[in-house]
């Protein structure tokens, strides 16, 4: 993350929590989102981004909080929220074998 984008963000993180000593929240952002790149485990994060329970809880608390959203519109302009959306989940339920042809022995030689 450049000093650009941590300059725009970092206003919008929590701050004055109570508790054990806070980890960097620059290194947790950047732990987060190699993370989600990699679609690993959350156990698997490296350790140079901090425990993997910190870099898990922060995400979850965060998205929970409405964070995300704050950070990613200051990152952006957009909030990724869009107005109109359409999905089809159309799907047609069969019984397992019905994927096959007429069954049983052929009466062709």
């Known amino acids: 993350m450049s000093d650009a984008e941590w300059a725009r963000i970092?206003?919008?993180l929590p701050q004055g929590r109570t508790g054990a000593h806070r980890v960097d929240d620059r290194r947790v952002i950047?732990?987060?989102v190699h993370m989600l790149r990699s679609g690993a485990c959350w156990r698997?994060?490296?350790p140079e981004y901090g425990p993997y329970t910190t870099i898990y809880n922060r995400f979850n608390r965060w998205s929970r909080q409405?964070?995300?959203l704050g950070m990613f519109e200051a990152l952006t302009g957009n909030n990724g929220i869009?107005?109109?959306v359409a999905m089809d989940a159309t799907h047609i339920k069969a019984h397992r074998s019905a994927g096959g042809?007429?069954?049983g022995p052929s009466r062709r030689p």
Request: charged fraction near 15%; include cysteine; aromatic fraction near 12%.
């Open 10 to 12: 970092e206003p919008l």
């Open 30 to 32: 950047s732990g987060i």
């Open 44 to 46: 698997d994060c490296p």
């Open 66 to 68: 409405g964070i995300w």
């Open 82 to 84: 869009w107005g109109t």
């Open 101 to 103: 042809a007429k069954g």
